[in-house]
Antibody, heavy 118, light 113 residues
Framework: EVQLVESGGGLVQPGGSLRLSCAVS????????MHWVRQVPGKGLVWVSR????????SHADSVKGRFTISRDNAKNTLYLQMNSLRVEDTAVYYC???????????WGQGTMVTVSS | DIVMTQSPDSLAVSLGERATINCKSSQSVLYSSNNENYLAWYQQKPGQPPKLLIYWASTRESGVPDRFSGSGSGTDFTLTISSLQAEDVAVYYC?????????FGPGTKVDIK
């Protein structure tokens, strides 16, 4: 079964850091682009970051550029999102998603909640 | 950035009736070299992650019922549910993948009348 499982979310103070992980199973991670998308509960979807299949091409939304870093370890079947200098407005559910045709999202994890609050 | 808008914000449709959701992009998402529209549709039910329904504006993802169809080109797109079922109650989002940042519409909530 194709599956994405996020972990690493939690409560953090403004200015703090978190590292999200996304463990994949049921498919070969190295053949897919991967993404992070976030959603404030009750609100819409916002794309955060993407990484190509071998990790050489990375893009981030302007709102997180310079603070968040997406990475991957294909040998460990895991996608990461390092989040530094967190802000209250980063509070959201963070989903990892597999890229179909690179930039649509055909498989999603269940999400991990990140709460930035003092 | 390409801004996506959707209308209506919400709609209520009787079971078995047609539901139509519109999506508009601030610039064309039609790529001239392959004549494809870089537009996808997603369904999100409460407490669940989104589910891909349609890509290339009109190609149904595997396993998606054929009552869901997408149409349109350039900047104007439509998602149609031909005969609404109870399990279709959800929020529907369009998304452009023509350029980064990848952007979503604000969503349209579909309920049963």
């Amino acid at each position: 079964e194709v599956q994405l499982v996020e972990s690493g979310g939690g409560l953090v103070q403004p200015g703090g850091s978190l590292r999200l992980s996304c463990a994949v199973s049921g498919f070969t991670l190295s053949t897919y682009w991967m993404h992070w998308v976030r959603q404030v509960p009750g609100k819409g979807l916002v794309w955060v970051s993407r990484i190509n299949s071998d990790g050489t091409t990375i893009s981030h939304a302007d709102s997180v550029k310079g603070r968040f870093t997406i990475s991957r370890d294909n040998a460990k079947n895991t996608l990461y999102l390092q989040m530094n200098s967190l802000r209250v407005e980063d509070t959201a559910v963070y989903y990892c998603a597999r890229g179909l045709l690179m930039n649509t999202f055909d498989i999603w994890g269940q999400g991990t909640m990140v709460t930035v609050s003092s | 950035d390409i801004v996506m808008t959707q209308s209506p914000d919400s709609l209520a449709v009787s079971l078995g009736e047609r539901a139509t959701i519109n999506c508009k992009s601030s610039q064309s998402v039609l790529y001239s070299s392959n004549n494809e529209n870089y537009l996808a549709w997603y369904q999100q039910k409460p407490g669940q992650p989104p589910k891909l329904l349609i890509y290339w504006a009109s190609t149904r993802e595997s396993g998606v019922p054929d009552r869901f169809s997408g149409s349109g080109s350039g900047t104007d797109f439509t998602l149609t549910i031909s005969s609404l079922q109870a399990e279709d109650v959800a929020v529907y989002y369009c998304q452009q993948y023509y350029s980064t940042p990848l952007t979503f519409g604000p969503g349209t909530k579909v309920d049963i009348k």
